[in-house]
């Protein structure tokens, strides 16, 4: 009697490295730039962080899924990675409020994913060889056909991606008797950053990223928020010349990850490509104010050039660093009201150890108010 062979899938990365494994999720093909989190919880947060929109997830942890997925632990409205990689996909799940398994929600969301592969062996590879495109497929597994696909994808580098997951209209969030009006340019923007917001007495309007300096200033905000979000931040001038405005302008403006990125290339500071990123929920950074360190949550894949804060030290200076490699973590413009941080303060998932930032951020609107009101 002949046996059915069991499912195949196969992960191709863009310099020919080859997986196989099963399918996981829907059955079908997908690509992206490959990239790995090292984070042992919060899965669903991480598949639907706008700021991965375009990226295959390679999740370190051995088991995903062993917890289940419940429908208000999201940070945007859908699942946002292009394909995912684990090691087990574990269906069978411990968290009894949870609504579904793993395998039903990848299904809804039509995400595909390959489970069953040595996910440390990929992670070593991309740590040497750096970020790269990659085709996951459970339809196929005819590499020539999968190059040929792979050979057309673009590059994450020169890529406009943060108008693509923002929203397509402003909305409101909070309560409008709030004694602090926020204006946040969604580039990407996580829910847990919104909710950090309105829960510090901020009623917040939430603008698509390509919006009139006019436009948001007409509603009179107290403060402008510049978001995370996916993308290259060179391939952003729309939102850099914005951030300018924002800061001519006088009020408070925080930024957060491409936030942080935009803000710096608004002041003439350079960004780049990094090798293979950050992206997890333990990395050390230092708080060169304080000298104390902090254990962050990140993601990102561009970061901002250290050479060129020193060549523009008259505008801007570094404020927290990564104890790991020493990248810039953190900015303070020198000539204006603002800054901003490369990693995540709100964490979800993560430790909450830089929620500070944004009481940071209403001190700065709370001694800016009076005086915008004298003004006017």
């Not at 809804?108 to 592969?117: C, K």
Request: proline share 5%; net charge negative.
């Amino acid at each position: 009697m002949t046996q059915t062979p069991a499912p195949r899938a196969v992960l191709l990365l863009q310099d020919g490295t080859t997986f196989y494994g099963r399918p996981a999720g829907k059955i079908g093909t997908t690509l992206g730039e490959i990239c790995f989190n090292t984070g042992m919880t919060g899965y669903q947060e991480i598949f639907t962080d706008p700021s991965y929109f375009g990226q295959i997830m390679v999740m370190t942890n051995v088991h995903v899924g062993n917890y289940g997925i419940k429908h208000t632990d999201v940070e945007s409205s859908d699942v946002k990675i292009a394909g995912l990689v684990t090691r087990e996909f574990t269906e069978a799940f411990s968290r009894q409020v949870a609504d579904m398994n793993i395998q039903e929600y990848c299904e809804q969301e039509s995400l595909v994913g390959i489970t069953g592969v040595d996910t440390r062996a990929i992670v070593r590879h991309i740590r040497s060889k750096g970020a790269m495109n990659a085709i996951i497929s459970s339809d196929t597994t005819d590499l020539e056909s999968l190059k040929k696909q792979l050979a057309a994808a673009p590059s994450m580098e020169g890529l406009e991606l943060a108008s693509k997951v923002s929203t397509s209209e402003p909305y409101f969030l909070g309560n409008p008797d709030s004694s602090f009006k926020v204006a946040v340019l969604d580039y990407g923007v996580k829910k847990s950053i919104l909710s950090n917001l309105t829960e510090r007495d901020c009623y917040l309007k939430v603008f698509p990223a390509k919006t009139l300096f006019s436009t948001i200033t007409a509603w009179e905000p107290d403060a402008f928020f510049l978001s995370n979000g996916p993308g290259d931040p060179a391939a952003m001038d729309y939102a850099s010349d914005l951030a300018l405005s924002l800061l001519k302008d006088g009020r408070p403006v925080f930024g957060i990850c491409l936030g942080h990125q935009v803000l710096a290339r608004s002041l003439g500071v350079k960004t780049y490509k990094m090798h293979h990123g950050h992206r997890g929920i333990n990395h050390p950074v230092l708080n060169l104010d304080t000298g104390l360190s902090e254990i962050t949550s990140q993601n990102h894949g561009f970061g901002v050039d250290p050479e060129s804060i020193k060549a523009n030290s008259e505008a801007v200076m570094a404020t927290h660093v990564n104890l790991n490699d020493g990248t810039i973590e953190g900015l303070k413009a020198l000539k204006y009201n603002a800054f901003s941080v490369q990693y995540h303060p709100e964490a979800s998932p993560g430790p909450h150890d830089s929620r500070y930032l944004f009481d940071e951020f209403l001190t700065k609107i709370k001694v800016s108010k009076p005086k915008q009101a004298a003004v006017s």
